[in-house]
């Protein structure tokens, strides 16, 4: 079996506004569960409560990923600022 390579480069990862992108989806995520957390019930009565947990997970990832994503783009401007040194 032949390995796979491809045809052409890679593109350049995007950068854009990370941080502000990663806490509107944690906002998101954790105003799902509250939207949700009221109708628990019914969600448990129909074996769905995992969509409620899932929304709390997501938020709690998100607060993960926006730690990293500040850490990240500290680490970027720190080596920036050493290179015009």
Do not use: S
Request: aromatic share 16%; glycine share 12%; net charge positive.
């Amino acid at each position: 079996m032949a390995k796979w390579t491809p045809k052409h480069e890679a593109p350049e990862p995007l950068e854009g506004p990370v941080v502000p992108t990663i806490v509107g989806g944690t906002i998101v995520w954790f105003v799902l569960f509250l939207v949700q957390l009221p109708f628990y019930g019914w969600y448990a009565d129909h074996g769905r409560t995992w969509w409620v947990w899932t929304c709390l997970a997501g938020g709690g990832l998100g607060l993960i990923g926006v730690w990293y994503v500040k850490k990240r783009d500290a680490a970027i401007k720190r080596a920036a600022a050493a290179r015009t040194l």
